[in-house]
């Protein structure tokens, strides 16, 4: 088909635009066919050429699936024994009983009842009036009877828990929930979702914090992790802390090794010099005279960042233009010093994946992001292409066999491992990028090998990447966060979430204790619960 004129469309009746579009619409489309068929015989032609001069197939990179390391080195997987199910546990929580007649002929006898438990659900609007009582004092005071525990705003702590529970743990979007609330006969707008759902948090904000704060204190191990995050239109990201007893989101504007630091401090704004601040800024090469002139000040405690940087200011430490930048060292060796005052990760190993903003106090190397540098190597040979799939077998059999020691630790195994580890990593194939990626991982010795040293915690950071999981969906369903109501309730709500399922509670539970709804099963505060299970 010819290109039209554009001048000569001009005047033309609308059947025949129409006709005109429609024959342009069907050529685009041929067109692209013929280019979809033309990239697919360019494809097979490549791949051709390649089998011809003895290369490798091309490389997918719709996505980088994992190695498999983990499942592999795991117990033999066989078939299950399918597991029968039992009793249902809810027959004591009746909650209304009926009988249902039957129609018998004349002369039947009556022979009992067959029981059957029917569970349901009972969603409907409800809308109540409250005639609170006022009285008038003979001073003159006005006493107006308050309103039961959990109403806000006009709103019932029912209908917050089921917003609350919906958005966090169903990953329902508020258009979504204003549509539902709706339909079941609940007059309310998106914006007065929005409001329950980040407003009058409060208690649970107080009660995440501490959640943060006991985790760090008795942990004996955390893994951490962190996934982009939008918030106002900014790039930012999102930061997350656990281990098998709790979890903690935080979101900020960057991910260095300062935002990090904010974040274990759980909430204290202080800066300290102590031993522990002072042993963090020589560990990171600080000019010993700087070293010398905070330890030398009689000032160790600063209340908050302000008071600190004109503490640095009257020492002359920002004017220093020396390498490492002086007054980021000391501030981090300050945010770790208070770290340490406050009795959080006393004697715990953080395990990542290797960022470089959680390199800080007794850290361990995850071994599955390790072996997943080998992984993801693209050979351009056979010769290479075993090269790599024979390191990759050594260190699966050396992280299976770690994973052993793990279950019973041995000293003289832990020194084979040890030598081992080293003629693994030592090792020299000629293919130049593996033996210079195995000696990177070799120079990550004692990281990757921490757990010889302590055989409590895990060899990987799966548990991160499942609880960061939710963070991610989330995401992807509501998009990013504006207001910082908004982005501190999202963190502070999912981080309850999944600290309730570690440690065995109902989310909808513990949100109807929290709200104060009346007859609901007492949940103890989590805090506690975190402080019980490390004693079990």
């Known amino acids: 088909m010819l290109e039209p004129d554009i001048d000569s469309l001009k005047g033309l009746p609308l059947g025949q635009l129409r006709d005109v579009v429609a024959g342009l619409v069907s050529e685009v489309r041929g067109l692209r066919a013929e280019n979809s068929a033309l990239k697919a015989e360019n494809r097979a032609l490549k791949d051709e050429v390649a089998s011809l001069k003895g290369l490798p197939p091309r490389p997918s990179f719709k996505s980088s699936k994992p190695s498999g390391m983990e499942k592999a080195t795991g117990p033999a997987a066989g078939k299950r024994k399918r597991r029968r199910r039992g009793a249902k546990r ?94 079941i006969g609940v007059q309310i707008s998106k914006r007065q979702v929005v409001r329950l759902m980040s407003d009058h948090l409060d208690a649970l904000a107080r009660e995440e914090r501490e959640v943060l704060r006991a985790g760090l204190a008795t942990a004996r191990w955390i893994t951490v992790d962190d996934t982009s995050a939008r918030h106002a239109n900014t790039d930012g990201y999102t930061t997350q802390i656990g281990d098998n007893r709790f979890t903690a989101f935080r979101t900020g504007p960057s991910k260095s090794r300062a935002a990090f630091l904010t974040t274990l401090r759980a909430g204290h704004g202080d800066h300290v010099i102590n031993d522990e601040a002072l042993a963090y800024m020589r560990g990171r090469n600080l000019a010993g005279s700087v070293i010398d002139r905070l330890a030398g000040a009689p000032q160790k405690l600063f209340g908050d960042g302000a008071a600190w940087n004109r503490h640095l200011a009257a020492l002359g430490i920002d004017q220093l233009e020396v390498t490492p930048d002086p007054v980021r060292i000391a501030t981090e060796g300050a945010m770790w010093g208070a770290i340490r005052q406050h009795g959080l990760l006393a004697d715990a190993v953080i395990v990542s994946d290797g960022a470089g903003q959680f390199r800080v106090g007794e850290h361990a190397l995850c071994w599955v992001h390790a072996e997943r540098l080998v992984h993801k190597l693209v050979p351009a040979n056979p010769q290479q292409r075993q090269a790599v799939e024979l390191v990759r077998q050594l ?46 991982l070799h120079r990550r010795k004692s990281e990757l090998l921490r757990v010889l040293e302590r055989p409590e915690i895990p060899l990987h950071t799966n548990g991160s990447e499942n609880d960061i999981r939710a963070f991610v969906t989330k995401r992807k369903i509501s998009g990013g966060t504006i207001s910082d109501a908004g982005r501190d309730a999202r963190d502070i709500l999912l981080g309850l979430m999944k600290t309730c399922m570690k440690l065995g509670v109902s989310f909808f539970i513990y949100l109807g204790d929290r709200l104060g709804i009346p007859n609901q099963a007492p949940i103890a505060p989590l805090p506690d619960l975190i402080r019980n299970a490390t004693r079990t």
Do not use: M
């Not at 258009?175 to 539902?180: D, H, M, V």
């Not at 260190?395 to 081992?420: G, H, M, N, T, V």
């Open 395 to 440: 260190i699966w059999w050396f992280y299976r066999d770690l994973k052993s020691w793990q279950k019973e630790p041995c000293s003289r195994r832990a020194a084979a491992l040890r030598a081992r580890f080293d003629r693994i990593f030592r090792r020299r194939t000629g293919y130049v990028l593996l033996d210079r990626l195995l000696v990177r």
């Open 90 to 183: 809810d027959g004591e929580q009746v909650s209304r009983e009926v009988v249902v007649g039957a129609q018998a002929p004349a002369g039947s006898r009556f022979k009992g009842y067959e029981t059957i438990l029917v569970r349901d659900l009972v969603l409907s609007a409800e809308v109540v009036r409250y005639r609170r009582e006022r009285w008038v004092t003979p001073a003159g005071q006005t006493i107006v009877a308050p309103l039961p525990a959990g109403i806000v705003g006009g709103w019932g702590p029912n209908l917050r828990r089921f917003i609350l529970a919906c958005h966090a743990q169903g990953q329902v979007t508020t258009e979504r929930l204003t549509a539902l609330l709706t339909g």
